[in-house]
């Protein structure tokens, strides 16, 4: 498709194990952007790439969360050894042209991830 | 301090009439983008509309407008002839100028909207 695409939609895991989110975004679109969405809340910035250097992880809360963009398309994030307030949506964004103002993030439906 | 405040409880608003979901911004940055999201119960963020800091016109896309006071710093969104498709959460963000190259977007809490028949 022409979209953000990201997988799993929906993760369920145990506290204590690791999980790695998928995002592919638009084709040829040269910053990607990581957030995270808590219930009832605005998303939050956790990191960004632009093409495969990560230029920003100010927003990853802890050491647990790391993020690689190695091939400048496909991004993971990682997080170990889960913990109950890492539940929340996880949004992947892309857009074309880094530093724009008014270049939008396309964002995809996000992977929903609960941790019990 | 909130860079983007969003302060409205949720919002109501009848099938066919207009509605304005308020949103001001703090940034000492003389160039800066605001930006209005969608989000419905399914998730996705919808794109809406754009306003540059240094825009004279105030930004419209289709029944969306934007009410941008610069010297009030807010950039209230207007809909007009609601639609019960219109019942979302809507998020107000900014990207400022001296983030360069990280073109990160800053959101706020966001407002619901429910469109009542």
């Known amino acids: 498709g022409a979209g953000v695409s990201q997988s799993p939609r929906y993760k369920v895991a145990k506290r204590g194990q690791d999980v790695a989110l998928r995002c592919d975004p638009i084709s040829g679109h040269v910053s990607l952007f990581w957030y995270q969405q808590a219930l009832g809340q605005g998303p939050e910035f956790l990191t960004y790439f632009q093409n495969e250097a990560q230029l920003d992880k100010s927003g990853l809360p802890s050491d647990r969360f790391f993020a690689e963009r190695p091939e400048g398309s496909v991004s993971t994030l990682k997080i170990q050894r889960t913990q109950q307030e890492d539940s929340a949506v996880y949004l992947c964004?892309?857009?074309?042209?880094?530093?724009?103002?008014?270049?939008?993030?396309?964002f995809g439906n996000g992977t929903r991830l609960t941790v019990t | 301090a909130q860079k983007i405040t969003q302060t409205q409880p949720g919002m109501f608003v009848q099938e066919k009439e207009a509605v304005t979901l308020d949103c001001t911004y703090d940034t000492s940055d003389p160039s800066y983008g605001l930006f209005w999201y969608k989000q419905p119960s399914s998730g996705e963020m919808i794109f809406l509309i754009y306003?540059?800091?240094?825009?004279?016109q105030n930004a419209t896309e289709g029944r969306y407008s934007l009410n941008f006071q610069k010297a009030r710093k807010s950039a209230n969104l207007v809909i007009s002839a609601s639609q019960l498709g219109d019942s979302a959460m809507y998020f107000c963000?900014?990207?400022?100028?001296?983030?360069?190259?990280?073109?990160?977007?800053?959101f706020g809490k966001g407002i619901t909207l429910s469109v009542r028949p």
């Open positions: 306003q540059g800091s240094y825009d004279q």
């Open positions: 963000a900014m990207r400022e100028a001296k983030t360069g190259a990280n073109s990160k977007l800053t």
């Open positions: 964004a892309s857009s074309f042209l880094p530093g724009q103002n008014n270049s939008p993030l396309h």
